[in-house]
C-alpha cells in the first residue's frame, strides 16, 4: 500500500485501484471536536478535487475534497454514527470512503509523507 496526501489534508491509501480516503491528523485537530459526518454512498461518482464528505465540528464546517476521481465502493458508516472516531483515529478506523480509481495518473500530483511533513513544518 501506498500512501499519498493533498495539501488540503486528506490522505489516501492506495491498494492496486482501490483507495481509501480519510483526513490527516492536522486536519482533525484543526477542526476540533467532530459532531456530524456525512459520506458519500456507494456508486457516487467523484471528480478529483470535488466534494466528497462533510464534517462539522464545535469550531466549522468543512468539505472532504477526493484526492482522485472514481467510483466509490464503501462509505464509513461507523463514523457517521460516532464522528469523534475521526478525532481519535483520524488516520485508521476514521477513513471516510473506499473508491475505485478511475485514473491512476491523478496520483501523480499528490505528496508522500516526506513532502506533506514539509508541507505541516511550513505551516508551523
Known amino acids: 500500500m501506498t500512501r499519498y496526501y493533498t495539501e488540503d489534508h486528506e490522505w489516501i ?15 482533525q485537530s484543526q477542526l476540533g471536536d467532530l459532531v456530524f459526518v456525512e459520506v458519500p454512498k456507494p456508486g457516487t461518482e467523484l471528480k478529483k478535487g470535488g466534494e466528497a464528505a462533510v464534517v462539522e465540528s ?17 462509505g ?8 469523534a472516531m475521526v478525532n481519535s483515529d483520524p488516520e485508521g478506523a476514521g ?19 516526506a513532502a506533506y ?7 508551523g
Do not use: C, Y
Not at 58 to 74: C, H, L, Q, T, Y
Not at 117 to 123: C, M, N, S
Open 13 to 27: 491509501e492506495v491498494e492496486g485501484d482501490v483507495a481509501t480516503v480519510g483526513i490527516t491528523d492536522h486536519a
Open 58 to 74: 464545535v469550531k466549522a464546517a468543512s468539505d472532504v475534497f477526493s484526492p482522485v476521481g472514481g467510483r466509490v465502493i464503501e
Open 76 to 83: 464509513n458508516q461507523t463514523i457517521e454514527g460516532d464522528p
Open 95 to 113: 477513513w471516510f470512503f473506499r473508491l475505485t480509481i478511475a485514473d491512476p495518473a491523478e496520483l501523480d500530483g499528490l505528496m508522500d509523507g
Open 117 to 123: 511533513a514539509e508541507l505541516l513544518a511550513g505551516i
